[in-house]
């Protein structure tokens, strides 16, 4: 379903001249989650964007379907690809309600029903239509990347884009929100791109992933690969070190995925329990 070839994508000229990937080729099936992971600037969200458009294509392709993608992209592309970025609080207008961020996408699109839709999508993601006329500060962090998800899928794309979803919440919050795009994905036939530094959030939801190291291709391997620790090269090893990421594997697998189910509720879920029952995290707009 996507199609990345000899893909480079540099910034700046010069002396601030930076290759942030260089050469790399990898393709996703259709309904697959397939993951990116590497340190920390290794290109694996300047992949993301160079998808959605938000870096510049020096080289190569990417190929939606077997189309290539131009620029500038057009509504199409945005109804098939949307992208779900790592910071719910940033990604989120503070100054509108749920309601305005979830009826934005529909009105861009001229799409009709968009009360039943924005209910619809807030339940799908597990919030009751309590929520709706709330603003993102009067949620919290984990309910705030729901809204975010709702928002990516209310114009039913075909593929997501995930950078980093779960990094800036607490590991039961983590596996939750890990555990309801598991769900979205199978129920919708979704295809992912998941962006992470952490193994263990990788290898929870892909089961293939490729290591990227300085912008290129370390290795392409699987999630059982990398659990029985013997990935091919050093590099990954090296990374599953670092990261220690498979200490908080087993934690996240040991999360109950029933949280997540369609008639979950919120205020009863064990993201509301881990908040004391309160909004936890204010912030002004
Ligand atoms: N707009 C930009 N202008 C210049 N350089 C950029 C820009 N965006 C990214 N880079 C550089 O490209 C490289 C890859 O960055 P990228 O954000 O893709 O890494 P990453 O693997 O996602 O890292 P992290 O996990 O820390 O987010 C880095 O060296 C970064 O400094």
Do not use: W
């Amino acid at each position: 379903m996507i199609d990345i070839k000899d893909l480079s994508i540099v910034f700046g000229s010069g002396r601030l001249r930076v290759e942030a990937v260089k050469g790399l080729d990898f393709h996703v099936e259709e309904g697959e989650a397939f993951g990116l992971v590497g340190e920390s600037g290794s290109g694996k969200s300047t992949v993301l964007r160079a998808i959605c458009g938000l870096a510049p294509i020096a080289r190569g392709s990417i190929s939606i379907n077997g189309n290539k993608v131009t620029e500038p992209r057009g509504r199409q592309f945005y109804s098939t690809v949307q992208m779900v970025f790592q910071d719910p609080y940033g990604s989120l207008h503070p100054r509108q309600t749920i309601d305005r961020i979830l009826s934005e996408p529909l009105s861009i699109h001229g799409q009709r029903d968009q009360d039943l839709r924005i209910v619809a999508a807030l339940e799908e993601v597990g919030l009751g239509p309590a929520y709706r006329f709330r603003y993102p500060h009067q949620l919290s962090g984990g309910q705030r990347q729901r809204v975010a998800i709702a928002r990516a899928l209310i114009l039913n794309p075909k593929i997501v884009l995930l950078d980093e979803p779960t990094s800036a919440l607490d590991a039961s919050v983590q596996a939750e929100i890990l555990n309801l795009l598991e769900r979205l994905r199978t129920e919708r036939g979704l295809t992912y791109i998941l962006v992470s530094h952490d193994l263990a959030v990788v290898t929870h939801l892909c089961r293939r992933l490729l290591v990227m190291r300085n912008g290129e291709m370390a290795e392409l391997t699987d999630s059982s690969t990398l659990r029985r620790g013997q990935p091919a090269s050093a590099y990954t090893r090296e990374l599953i070190r670092a990261t220690q990421g498979f200490a908080r594997a087993k934690a996240l697998s040991a999360v109950p995925r029933r949280i997540c189910g369609k008639a979950a509720d919120p205020l009863n879920s064990a993201e509301h329990m881990h908040s004391g029952g309160k909004n936890t995290r204010p912030r002004s707009p």
